[in-house]
């Protein structure tokens, strides 16, 4: 238990469908992000929000959408997804950005775009 | 090419030593990490080195970094089935606001 939950844990959805991935940290941190894990592929990094506030935007499409309303959650709005979108999707959060502050990581939400 | 690159899969005997090896391609990186990721769960952090540093060594863990040739390497002694997981190389750089960048990972297969 490392202090950062997801839901849902797996979601499939069609490619028409709207939905979004919750994370929540319970460490008192100011930094979240969101990562993508594709098979055989590095983790990317997605977003960064430091203090409420998008401070990186990996060049991620539109239909992807974030928000952190406060610094304990993170949610990522889905719509029109492809199935190459279909990945783990993990949150990470950590005291701050700019030195080495450890990321912690929430256990992931599976996504199937079918 | 990739910016940090680890092989596939290492296969180990239990209490055996196993060495996963990483490379990365930017001289600039000021940290390096090991991550580890068991089935089902997100990353964890093992270990980070400080790249004006050749060896870290926390209990069972050792990590080596190789300056000159860019490699970085985490030696498990004594490996334990419960070490059976994927193992990530990440790096960082000042420059980039300490971006994680991460390897494909390898994985650890520890057999009985």
């Known amino acids: 238990e490392t202090g950062v939950t997801q839901t849902p844990r797996h979601l499939v959805m069609g490619m028409t469908n709207k939905k979004s991935l919750k994370c929540e940290q319970h460490?008192?941190?100011?930094?979240m992000y969101w990562y993508k894990q594709s098979a055989k592929k590095p983790l990317e990094l997605m977003f960064v929000?430091?203090?409420?506030?998008?401070?990186e935007n990996n060049s991620v499409p539109s239909r992807f959408s974030p928000e952190c309303p406060n610094s304990s959650h993170l949610f990522l709005h889905l719509h029109t997804l492809q199935p190459e979108d279909s990945a783990l999707y993990l949150c990470?959060?950590?005291?701050?950005?700019?030195?080495?502050?450890?990321?912690?990581f929430g256990p992931g939400t599976r996504l199937t775009v079918t | 090419g990739e910016d940090v690159e680890q092989s596939l899969f290492l296969s180990v005997r239990e209490g055996d030593s196993s060495v996963i090896n990483c490379t990365y391609t930017?001289?600039?990186?000021?940290?390096l990490y090991w991550y580890k990721q068991e089935p089902g769960a997100g990353l964890q952090l093992l270990t980070y080195?400080?790249?004006?540093?050749d060896m870290k060594q926390d209990q069972r863990l050792t990590v080596l970094l190789n300056k000159k040739d860019k490699h970085l390497s985490l030696r498990i002694a004594d490996t334990q089935t419960g070490d059976s997981a994927i193992y990530f190389c990440?790096?960082?750089?000042?420059?980039?606001?300490?971006?994680?960048?991460f390897g494909s990972g390898t994985r650890l297969l520890v057999r009985p």
């Open positions: 990470a959060s950590s005291h701050g950005t700019g030195k080495t502050y450890e990321q912690y």
């Open positions: 460490l008192g941190h100011n930094a």
């Open positions: 929000y430091n203090f409420k506030e998008q401070t």
């Open positions: 930017d001289s600039s990186s000021t940290y």
């Open positions: 080195i400080f790249s004006n540093m």
């Open positions: 990440a790096e960082s750089k000042r420059d980039s606001s300490y971006k994680l960048i």
